[in-house]
């Protein structure tokens, strides 16, 4: 079983379109996590739900907005996308505490062209 | 800020060679967690080992071992008898507590290329 999926794999899309990467986690996890893959491999964290609601939330434009109708779930949707934003998307799940770990997905490679 | 930095970018290796991949932390925190994670060329990543503050004590897990020294603020992993599978970058990451919450700070992550 998989334990933090995210859909689609890969997504190529143009500029100025609005798109959205799905997460879904079947650990029983009250957290959830967004991370940014950039092309020099650097992970940065982008957001952090914690039962629902946004805990951290870094300097990230406001074209993306993140979406958790549930703790398995965390939806990361972003509008007017940039060439910039070309890069791998992660999300990760973990226990709420200090000290846990975090699972990661498998990735989403956005390509922005 | 908490800071991680793996001065090695690349390492590359013949199999069977032993490969010792640093990591240098900085952090004003008195507790915090360490942690290591694989990433294949396939692209996932892959949680490999925690350690805390606390506790100094090395850790083996079969080929794997990791050397966590906070005299010298580094979390440094070996892998013995290293094998084709074993190439992969490796990222270190230091946790850092933000209103409650945990972040992991990677970083730069280092490329090991085993060669047959």
């Known amino acids: 079983d998989t334990a933090v999926s995210q859909t689609p794999k890969y997504l190529v899309t143009q500029m100025g379109n609005d798109k959205s990467i799905k997460c879904e986690q079947n650990?029983?996890?009250?957290?959830m996590y967004w991370y940014k893959q950039d092309s020099k491999k650097f992970l940065k964290i982008m957001f952090s739900y914690n039962n629902k609601e946004l805990i951290i939330n870094e300097t990230v434009p406001n074209r993306f907005s993140p979406k958790s109708p549930d703790k398995a779930h965390l939806n990361l949707h972003i509008n007017s996308l940039e060439l910039g934003d070309s890069a791998v998307y992660f999300c990760?799940?973990?226990?709420?505490?200090?000290?846990?770990?975090?699972?990661f997905g498998p990735g989403t490679r956005l390509t922005v062209t | 800020a908490q800071k991680v930095t793996q001065a090695q970018t690349e390492i590359s290796v013949v199999e069977k060679e032993d490969v010792t991949l640093d990591c240098v932390y900085e952090t004003r925190d008195t507790t915090y967690y360490l942690f290591w994670y694989k990433q294949p060329p396939s692209g996932e990543l892959v949680f490999l080992i925690r350690?805390?503050?606390?506790?100094?004590q090395n850790e083996i897990s079969g080929r794997y071992s990791w050397n966590f020294q906070k005299s010298t603020s580094s979390f440094n992993f070996t892998i013995t008898a290293s094998q084709v599978v074993d190439s992969a970058v490796y990222f270190c990451a230091l946790s850092e507590e933000s209103w409650g919450a945990q972040k992991l700070v990677f970083g730069q992550g280092t490329r090991l290329t085993i060669n047959p």
């Open positions: 350690r805390n503050s606390f506790d100094e």
């Open positions: 650990l029983g996890h009250d957290t």
């Open positions: 990760a799940s973990s226990q709420p505490r200090i000290g846990y770990e975090q699972y």
